[in-house]
């Protein structure tokens, strides 16, 4: 596995990569690193569909705010490399910030409208970061296509419009969301958590199920699921709910009544950490 630094180096592997490739294309999956099994799951699907695949570790920035936890970002290259490779990923990029963004750097993507959504909302600023570090992925990796979990569905409403509105010539994959055995969604930020915490956490996989199992029950009010998903979050006196939200997953509006594939997605604070689950609501459990 080859680990990359450099703008040039990345685009030059994919180049080359691509001419030797008799089917399918050039994988990418952006990360953050502080891998867990959610991420490999892209890594999988990206070799399950015969992609060459790079990976990208990159704690960026520009989608934390001011009080973020950018410094304190779970950061562990060495782990996330091993397991890349285990993986079968061929090259991983890992730039520097200044990389990304160079002295005098000054576009940045703005998705409108849908990018002050959801944690749009919560984090402003957040999906104009997203946007334009996936934006200058592309722009380096030229994949065929990228792989994204649905774990960030907001993100991926973003992206999509994203792809869409710059005739960007990739495809974007969506994975399913990767669960511990208990429900707790993965995410690099559960490593935060104390012990209790951890259990409070539990919290967000139940409202959504509840959500999903009144859904599935025959309910189509969306303030009827949001109160059922609501009602388990505040069961929990250590969770401090952010939003939940019925939206149409497309444009992150909300929506009144509900239809198979609306989004239900929840974002709440356990202590000092920010959790999101979500799901696509669908007739049958
Ligand atoms: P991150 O490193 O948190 O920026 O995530 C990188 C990619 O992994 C994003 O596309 C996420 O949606 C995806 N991802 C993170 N957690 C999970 C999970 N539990 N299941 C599936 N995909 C995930």
Known sequence: MQVLTTVAELRNWSR???????SAGIGLV???????????????AARKRGDAVAASIFVN???????????RYPRTFHADCALLEAEGVEAVFAPAVVEIYPAGAATFVDVEGIGSRLDGH???????????????????AEPTRAYFGQKDAAQVAVLRRLVADLLLPVELVVCPIVREADGLAMSSRNRYLSADER??????SRAVRAGQNTFAA????A????ATALRELTRSSAVRVDYVAVVDWATLEPVERVKQGHLLA???HVGATRLIDNCILHAEE
């Open 218 to 221: 025959g309910e189509h009010d």
């Open 16 to 22: 080359n990569r691509s001419r030797g490739l008799l």
């Open 30 to 44: 952006p990360t953050m690193g502080a891998l867990h099994e959610g991420h490999l799951s892209l890594v999988r």
């Open 122 to 140: 919560s984090r402003p600023g957040h999906f104009r970061g997203v946007a334009t570090v996936v934006a200058k992925l592309f722009a380096a």
């Open 61 to 71: 920035p520009t989608q934390f705010g001011p009080n973020e936890d950018f410094e």
């Open 199 to 204: 259990a409070e956490a539990l919290a967000l």
């Open 223 to 226: 303030e009827a699921i949001r």
């Open 266 to 268: 929840v974002a709440v």
